[in-house]
């Protein structure tokens, strides 16, 4: 009966073992493949770019630049209506934003969540060069006004870094009043 006991322990800590291994494989093998999805972006948002350069960011909104022969693109978050809001955006070499893809968005469902898949509100900002603006050029999504303006703000943050130009900040109405 007490050797039943060590065996079923052993069983137990060997079965653990080959879980945290595996785990930790695993965790390698989801950042590779994190990285291929996102070389596989940047190529279908740049064309004729087919490696890209990673930079840092500028410390700020800007987490990380990626330049390409054709352009570079910039992945940017901003401060959303409920949570933060993260956009990947590309430039090209002229200065027009090419291509924009929301890579996380944990707004309201129905409202601002629809940033994910609203592809009429995010095709707005194609060719633009840095001075979309919610209200005047770019239409939100009906009642989530503050998850556009983040987008926007995103979009032109990722111009600005990219190149140079300086553009309004597109703040949320509680940072207008701070």
Not at 111 to 119: A, F, K, Q, V
Request: net charge negative; aromatic share 6%; proline share 3%.
């Amino acid at each position: 009966m007490k050797n039943d006991h060590f065996l079923a322990l052993g069983a137990a800590l060997l079965a653990a073992l080959v879980l945290a291994i595996a785990a930790f494989s695993f965790r390698g093998l989801t950042q590779i493949r994190a990285q291929e999805e996102l070389q596989t972006k940047l190529r279908a948002m740049l064309p004729g770019s087919s490696t890209f350069t990673e930079k840092e960011g500028d410390g700020g909104l800007v987490r990380a630049l990626y330049e390409g022969a054709t352009g570079t693109a910039a992945l940017v978050t901003c401060p959303g209506y409920v949570h933060e809001i993260t956009v990947l955006v590309a430039v090209d070499n002229r200065g027009e934003v090419v291509g924009l893809t929301v890579r996380s968005a944990h707004e309201t469902p129905g409202l601002g969540g629809d940033i994910l898949t609203d592809y009429g509100f995010l095709a707005q900002f194609l060719r633009t060069r840095g001075q979309a603006e919610v209200g005047a050029d770019i239409v939100p999504i009906s009642g989530a006004t503050v998850s556009s303006r983040a987008v926007a703000r995103c979009v032109n943050a990722a111009v600005s870094a990219i190149t140079g130009v300086d553009v309004p900040s597109q703040a949320t109405p509680w940072e207008d009043d701070a």
